[in-house]
């Protein structure tokens, strides 16, 4: 059994991951840290997770250097930014290491995510070793890696709707329009105004129109799947909801395709992903469909004049999008069944 370190336990991802890990069969133990909880017990910050039927005990909230020095594996649920230097103490050291941030998504791409997040890098040939750990894309790399970039939550529920029309040649690249809209949580723990309660009930958001974050990620990973340069337009919407990612994703046909088709390319690209699951004909996805699972559900459409395809992409932001998708990349890593610690049922209400 695996001891596993958690960077930045006490956000929402990070109290998803070690809720998932106290879990895992094969882990035995679970350090965490916390710098605004340091000291005090999990249980203490987070009563829910008072449980007495967890495979290993619950941590207490230590410093990051002691975390790492503890950890067979260490998870970094830091924010961006934040990740880098605990990334080179791991992989010089020889422990695999798993950002959730955005800190090495772009592997060699530097000068993107200087542009969007502000930074350069310090360790550029660490970023140029990262795998972005997609595991529906990049399955056999990440089971070599020293270092994997969690995919976005957006992005996750953008590329997996995406990759079988993009791998398949059926689109116009030019002509991909995504709305995607989430719940409150993918904002993280702390308190702002745009998520304070009285803001974001009753009302559906649309935010950073043209400057998200998750724009350039999208349209980096769109492009390897397409083998050419992809350019979308984005458009991510808060609603009020815990939890959740439904993106609604339409791209004109490069050719006329029924519905059939278009079904049967996605059925065939996903046979045997045991996480994303393709609807069938005349089904929606939904995000209810989906929380407190690491499944992505795809449905797939046509538009009334059959001339676009309009596909649609749920998934748990905290889960597939975040904290499930991690366990998942270090299961593929470390040689574990890829459903270890996820086989979860979606609750029907």
């Known amino acids: 059994m695996i001891h596993v370190g958690v960077l930045g336990a006490t956000g929402y991802a990070g109290l998803e991951l070690t809720r998932i890990l106290l ?109 972005y750990g997609l595991p529906e894309l990049h399955r056999e790399d990440i089971r070599s890696a020293a270092l994997i970039a969690n995919p976005g939550c957006y992005p996750t529920s953008v590329e997996l709707g995406l990759m079988p029309a993009l791998q398949g040649g059926i689109i116009e690249l030019s002509s991909i329009v995504i709305t995607s809209m989430s719940g409150v949580t993918g904002a993280g723990r702390e308190p702002s105004q745009t998520t304070h309660y009285p803001e974001a009930a009753d009302a559906t958001s649309p935010y950073k129109v043209g400057s998200h974050r998750h724009q350039p990620e999208i349209d980096l990973l769109l492009s390897e799947m397409a083998g050419a340069s992809v350019r979308s337009v984005f458009t991510p919407v808060l609603v009020p909801m815990n939890r959740g990612i439904v993106s609604t994703i339409c791209c004109r046909l490069a050719r006329p395709l029924s519905a059939a088709d278009l079904h049967s390319l996605y059925t065939e690209r996903y046979a045997g992903e045991l996480f994303v699951r393709v609807l069938p004909l005349g089904s929606t996805a939904s995000s209810r469909f989906v929380k407190f699972s690491n499944y992505c559900d795809i449905s797939v459409h046509l538009s009334a004049d059959g001339e676009r395809a309009v596909v649609i992409s749920a998934i748990d932001n905290m889960v597939k999008g975040a904290a499930g998708q991690a366990v998942q990349n270090m299961n593929i890593l470390l040689g574990f069944d890829e459903t270890e610690g996820l086989r979860f049922i979606p609750p029907a209400f």
């Open 23 to 131: 879990q895992h069969p094969e882990v035995g133990g679970v350090s965490a840290s916390s710098v605004s909880f340091e000291g005090k017990s999990l249980e203490e910050v987070y009563p829910s997770m008072v449980n007495r039927h967890f495979n290993v005990a619950l941590p207490m909230l230590e410093k990051a250097e002691d975390v790492i020095a503890a950890s067979d594996v260490v998870f970094s649920c830091l924010p961006h930014g934040h990740a880098e230097e605990a990334g080179y103490q791991c992989v010089s050291t020889g422990k695999p290491f798993i950002d959730i941030s955005a800190d090495f998504r772009f592997g060699a791409h530097e000068e993107i995510f200087k542009k969007w997040y502000g930074a350069g890098y310090k360790y550029p040939e660490l970023h140029a070793e990262a795998v």
